[in-house]
């Protein structure tokens, strides 16, 4: 089915299913998913697909092939275990196709964009995204705790999200007077000797369990780090991506209500945090299904994904795109659910993917002061970082363009 629209009103933005979405396509047959759960290794190898498919097999007979800088610095081991898992999970390969797409938004085109920019009109190969609206709650449904209480005072809207290999990154960062918190996907704040935030930087744990839906540290671990200040609590890690949290809307309420709803009133409690994929079982579809199974829940923050990628928009649809889905799309979402009342969002992760780092830094330029001043917006982290070529510069020794704009600003 294809959908016509007229380019001086509107634009349709679309998303190739690469990156995070091209790994659920990839884990969408997976029948074991707990060899694979939501290892950092795996998330380097599924950031950058076409970079893993050619060197993955190469490397998996010789592990002594250098491995390219994006993908990270990782243990021998790890390194072939997750190389392992992406090359199991990988779609079989076959005839060039063009990517599926799916749209993110209609957004209105500026008066003001130049008449020499051309607008290319797209087709929409998938179904739009569908959000179900939720089960009307009987007399005799469980009424929520309490409602939404709203957003965190963490000193700051900005995050910076890292993980045990981000000793360089999270040094770069340091002096930064933007940055007000950090997340790692973890419950550690030091998730490896030497790699730690300023202790100005506020902590937010991330759930998460094993294949059995289980996280033994979790209580106590949070326990502690309520005491030193953590005002935050993040549940699962995009549960609607095979190759993260992959847990079904039930399972990841169930969760929830374990390991999340206890601290209600001791931290602000963030919903899983979901990409934003279309249908009914990615983005805002699968949190509509993870609402109805979680009617009884206190989410004061909704925590949402958005990447696009830059083969597909330029930098200024890039933005709009992400504009229309944080001020039109989420906020739609959340008015169907009493309980988010007053909850506030969270953009856990966010980036336009293959962009240079002049573009780069055009995307946060044109992005970072929107954020910033719209209110219901209570944090985000840019998902620029981590490795050469990306916040950090091709030799390794500071912040690229990109990464700087991230620090400043």
């Not at 982290?381 to 990464?403: C, Y």
Request: proline fraction near 7%; charged fraction near 15%.
């Amino acid at each position: 089915m294809h959908f016509l629209l007229n380019p001086s009103i509107l634009l349709t933005l679309s998303v190739s299913l690469s990156g995070a979405y091209g790994a659920a396509v990839r884990h969408a047959q997976r029948s074991t998913p707990a060899v694979c759960y939501e290892d950092n290794a795996l998330r380097s190898l599924e950031r950058f697909p076409k970079d893993a498919s050619a060197f993955c097999p190469a490397y998996l007979k010789d592990p002594s092939k250098p491995v390219p800088s994006q993908l990270g610095t990782w243990p021998a081991s790890r390194l072939s275990s997750a190389c392992a898992c992406f090359e199991k999970t990988a779609a079989p390969a076959g005839p060039a196709s063009t990517p599926t797409t799916v749209a993110t938004s209609a957004t209105q085109v500026s008066s003001t964009k130049k008449s020499s920019v051309s607008i290319p009109t797209l087709t929409l190969t998938s179904k739009p995204v569908i959000v179900p609206s939720p089960t009307t709650l009987s007399s005799t449904s469980s009424v929520p705790r309490v409602i939404a209480t709203g957003g965190p005072s963490l000193g700051g809207k900005r995050g910076l999200v890292y993980d045990y290999t981000s000793k360089d990154y999270v040094k770069y960062y340091t002096d930064s007077k933007k940055i007000a918190f950090g997340s790692d996907w973890g419950d550690k704040r030091s998730p490896a000797p030497g790699v730690d935030l300023p202790s100005n930087y506020n902590f937010i744990p991330t759930l998460r369990v094993d294949g059995s839906k289980v996280n033994n540290d979790w209580i106590n671990n949070v326990k502690a780090m309520l005491q030193t200040g953590t005002k935050v609590i993040f549940a699962s890690n995009e549960p609607d991506n095979g190759g993260q949290a992959n847990l079904s809307p039930a399972d990841a309420a169930a969760v929830y209500k374990k390991y999340i709803q206890p601290f209600q009133g001791q931290a602000s409690l963030a919903s899983p945090a979901v990409t934003n994929g279309g249908g009914s079982s990615m983005g805002l579809g699968y949190l509509a299904s993870f609402m109805s199974a979680c009617a009884d829940c206190t989410i004061d923050i909704i925590n949402v994904h958005h990447y696009v990628d830059r083969s597909d928009v330029n930098v200024d649809q890039a933005v709009s795109a992400v504009q229309s889905y944080l001020s039109k799309d989420v906020p739609n979402f959340m008015a169907k659910y009493p309980q988010l009342k007053n909850a506030k969002i969270c953009v856990g992760e966010f980036w336009l993917w293959d962009s240079s780092d002049d573009e780069g830094a055009q995307y946060l330029t044109k992005l970072l002061p929107w954020l910033d001043s719209n209110d219901m917006i209570a944090c985000y982290q840019a998902f620029g970082g981590l490795w050469r070529n990306n916040f950090i510069n091709s030799d390794g020794t500071g912040l690229s363009k990109s990464g700087q704009v991230y620090h400043d600003l």
